[in-house]
Structure formats: C-alpha cells, structure tokens
C-alpha cells in the first residue's frame, strides 16, 4: 500500500476492506434502506451508488435512498433509469428522479431536513440497512473523516448495520479538522445542545463508529459536481438592495446592529445573488449558520465582512471551487460543517436569532409561501430546511421575482396552490418590485402591504380587485374562494395567468 494511501485509511486492520465499486455494491440487497452522504452536490458518494444501478439493470432490485439533501453527478439519474429506486427522502434535485416522482413511480417523502435522522433514530422509519459514506480518511480507530459535507452522514453511519466508505483522494486531506460532529442523546433524556456562538465547536472532528462495522473500502479519484448559480441580474440585485434598505432601518431603530444576526441563506441563484448584495452594504463583522456554504460565503470572506460560517456542506461554482479548495488554509479556520439536525436544528436557530433568507416559488397575498410544488402538483426539489429556519428565524425573509415566464406568471398570487410555510412563520416578503415587512400585520394588512410592494403589474391591480371582492364578503383572511386559484387554472388552460386582454396588450407592449 503506497504511503499516502496509508495516510487515508490509519487502522491497519481495514487496509484489506480495500475492493471495488462493483464488490462493495453487493453488499446492498433488494429491499434495503441505504444512507447515503451528500449534501447539495458536496461530499456525495460516487461510484458505490452507480456500481449499484448498473445492477439493478440485471437483477430485481429496489432499494429505499435516504441522503442528507441532493446528490451530485449522475446519482439519482442513474438510479432513477435503472429502476433501482422504490423510495426516495428527504430532498433530491435531479430532473430524471422528478419526473418519477411526479408520476408516482417513485414515492418521495418531502421533508424537514432536521427531521430525518430524528425519525431513524426513534425507529419511526424503516431503519437504515448499508450506509455508503464519503470520506477523506479513516483513522487509526476507524472513524470516519468526511469531506465536504457532513449532512446525515453521521448518523446514516452510527445507526446502520454496515458501512461502506469511499476514500475520495480527490479531496486533501487539509479538510481534516473542519468538522463537528456532534450527535443528540436520545429522547426524553436529551440535553441541551451546547451551542452558543457561530463559531463553537461541541462534538468530534471525525464520525466515530466501531471499526468492524466498516464493511467494504472504495477508493475514488473525482471531484464534488460544480453549483451552477448565475449572477446576480437587474432583478436579483434590486432584491438584494431592498434587503440591505431594511436592514439599515432595523439598524437605525436599534433593533439590529451592524453585524445584524447570524445569517441563512437557502440554495440557489436568488439567496446566493443576496448574499452576494452584502459586500457593497454598510455592514461588517457578519457571521452565518446556514445549511450550504456558497460563492457568496466565500465572497463575503474575501470583502472583509464575514467573520465566520458555519454550515452542513460547501458548494461552489467550478470557479470558486478552484480558488477556495486551491488556497484552503486561507479560510479553514473561520470555518465549520455540522450534522444537517445541528445545522438546521430549531433550538440553535432560536437561540442564535438566526435571520433566514429563503427562497419562494410563489406567495400569496397573506404571506403564504410555496417553495416546492409548481401549480400546486408537481414537486420541484423539496422544502429543505427552509421550514426549519423560518419557522424559528428571528426574522424569516423569503425572496422571489415577482414574475416568471416573461411576465405569463405572477409569483405573488390570490392563494397558494400549496403550502409550504404558513402566513405565521414569514415575516418579510421581498421582490425586485419591493420589500413587503409583514410583522405585527392582520391578514388584510398584510394583503394590502404585499400588493403594494411586491406586485408588477397588471397583476398589482388585479390582486386589488381581488381583494375588494373579497372583503365584502368578510372574514379575518377574506377570499372568493371560486376565484381564489382561478390564476392557476387559467395558466393551466391557456398558458398564461393574465386574462385574455391583458395578454394582448402585454404582447402589443
């Protein structure tokens, strides 16, 4: 065994657990319940799972996939077209896998992402047969070292019969270090998680489990899949302002400081652009404890404003994997990866007064938002942790465009075509068009503080005239309830949720 190679796997005892994809996949039978590690396309497992599809495209197997959020390459699109797939959770983010769940032929379990490991953990879930985990190396008391990303990767782990590691030589090993795995006692008996600062560090740097319970080693050679966010455009970077326009008023009143709180930012191109927003704002000394650690962590790095970050997995564009992975030692130790139940626990969130920054798929006019389902049917990706941060956020803010479709969609709707975070737990609701501050607000202040700050028109006076319709029939949240999806129904049918003369004029214009 080559000298760095032996540096990977310390227990001298494992170095013959040493086999192929293939071997190790056969360590999986049909019907099983399988834990994979990735978080958001970082720290995924690689080979294992792709050994395992080309499989079942010979033999009857079907497994049940739990990882920590979505997968990386060509995972769940394998897996998917292989038939290997029964059951999926609790979040995923491949276009293949969508169609399939969508259609019924996988059963997809949407959930919380603190949750998953709590229902493991009480045996309200199937338990979990063969943990397949990524790691950087294994230490002489066979612990595991992960990656990139922690996620549900401890527990999946801890709580499986077997455990399949794959050493990824792909990663340094100066990843040694960055993370904190801390695991909550069982219930009633729990304690207090002993978190008081972004920056504390309360368990282990590695995944502690006994040494025999390592089945099979896979040794793989193959970077984490790239984030592929687009800049900030017109509509992005005028959310971002309207953002930081608040922020310096909660400052002013004295209700932030210039640090503001601990902030969250949920995936994807429109919390990445607002995070991004921050650099040319007043604000300094900032610090995160969010889920995934993306381009703007690291841009906020790099302007001086951030202090330190702490979540479940770094995903970065091609680019700026490069220059943060290249010149590590420069932000290693502002940093930390916890457990997805740590990261997103309610408790922390709470405690630490977290600002969360998510992002809607549509809202409506009492602050409802929808953040999975398009038209109400159809899943997109998951809920992830949004739930878990704004339900507890000391302010939970979610963003959108106010249109989509070049304009045949309104993102701020008469009432949601499906609920992911009630009127209760969103406190501000903000587009490219305005910033609705829904705190302290009835539901028909509320309505009228998001049509006048977060609407483009025409549907800015449609809503209008939808809620003068229905405050003559009165209620605390009025509706015209066989009006009340009629914009979805109408985009259904035709294509567009403008009427037909608004559709002209808006193709004249």
């Given at each position: 065994m080559s000298e760095n190679l032996a540096q990977r796997i310390r227990a001298s005892s494992l170095r013959d657990k040493v086999t192929t994809a293939a071997a190790a996949a056969e360590w999986i039978k049909d019907g099983m319940t399988i834990g994979m590690s990735g978080f958001t396309k970082a720290g995924d497992a690689k080979v294992v799972p792709l050994a395992l599809a080309e499989r079942a495209r010979h033999e009857p197997l079907k497994v049940t996939l739990l990882t920590g959020a979505s997968?990386?390459?060509?995972?769940?699109?394998?897996?998917?077209?292989?038939?290997?797939?029964?059951?999926?959770?609790?979040?995923?983010?491949?276009?293949?896998?969508?169609?399939?769940?969508n259609s019924g032929e996988v059963m997809y379990v949407d959930q919380h992402l603190s949750e998953t490991v709590e229902f493991l953990r009480s045996g309200q879930i199937a338990p979990v047969d063969v943990a397949i985990i990524e790691a950087i190396a294994i230490t002489e008391t066979g612990a595991i070292i992960p990656t990139t990303s922690v996620g549900n990767s401890a527990s999946f782990a801890i709580l499986a019969d077997k455990v399949i590691v794959e050493i990824n030589l792909a990663h340094a090993l100066e990843l040694e270090g960055l993370h904190d795995i801390f695991i909550p006692k069982r219930r009633p008996a729990r304690e207090p998680v002993p978190l008081t600062r972004v920056s504390d560090r309360v368990g282990t740097t590695s995944?502690?489990?006994p040494a025999e319970k390592?089945?099979?080693?896979?040794?793989?050679?193959?970077?984490?899949?790239?984030?592929?966010?687009l800049p900030p455009d017109e509509e992005t970077a005028a959310i971002a302002g309207h953002l930081v326009a608040f922020f310096t008023k909660e400052v002013a009143a004295g209700r932030l400081t210039e640090s503001l709180m601990p902030l969250q930012a949920g995936i994807g191109t429109i919390a990445n652009a607002v995070m991004s927003g921050l650099i040319d704002s007043p604000f300094k000394h900032l610090s995160m404890y969010s889920e995934v650690l993306q381009d703007s962590t690291f841009e906020l790095f790099d302007a001086g404003k951030l202090d330190f970050a702490s979540g479940s997995s770094i995903t970065l564009s091609s680019r700026k994997c490069h220059e943060v992975f290249g010149n590590f030692a420069k932000y290693k130790d502002?940093?930390?990866?916890r457990p997805q139940e740590i990261s997103n626990h309610p408790e922390i969130v709470?405690?630490?007064?977290?600002?969360?920054?998510?992002?809607?798929?549509?809202?409506?006019?009492?602050?409802?938002?929808?953040?999975?389902?398009?038209?109400?049917?159809?899943?997109?990706?998951?809920?992830g942790g949004s739930g878990d941060f704004a339900r507890n956020a000391y302010l939970a803010v979610f963003?959108?465009?106010?249109?989509?479709?070049g304009g045949k969609i309104s993102s701020i709707v008469p009432m949601v075509a499906h609920t992911d975070h009630s009127s209760h737990d969103v406190d501000i609701l903000v587009t490219e068009i305005g910033?609705?501050?829904?705190?302290g607000l009835a539901p028909r202040e509320r309505a009228q503080a998001i049509i006048n700050n977060c609407v483009a028109e025409p549907y800015r006076e449609m809503l209008r005239e939808y809620v003068a319709e229905a405050n003559q029939r009165g209620g605390q949240t009025p509706h015209v309830l066989e009006k009340a999806l009629s914009w979805h129904v109408r985009y259904r049918e035709h294509g567009s949720m403008l009427p037909a003369v608004e559709e002209a004029r808006l193709k004249v214009a």
């Open positions: 997968l990386g390459g060509e995972v769940d699109r394998q897996l998917t077209e292989a038939g290997a797939l029964v059951r999926r959770m609790p979040f995923q983010g491949d276009p293949t896998l969508r169609a399939a769940i995944i502690e489990i390592i089945v099979a080693i896979v040794i793989t050679n193959q970077p984490d899949s790239t984030a592929s966010n502002r940093l930390v990866l709470r405690r630490l007064g977290i600002i969360a920054i998510n992002t809607a798929l549509e809202a409506d006019i009492y602050g409802n938002v929808n953040s999975t389902h398009v038209m109400g049917t159809s899943m997109m990706n998951g809920i963003a959108t465009k106010s249109v989509a479709k910033l609705a501050d829904l705190r």
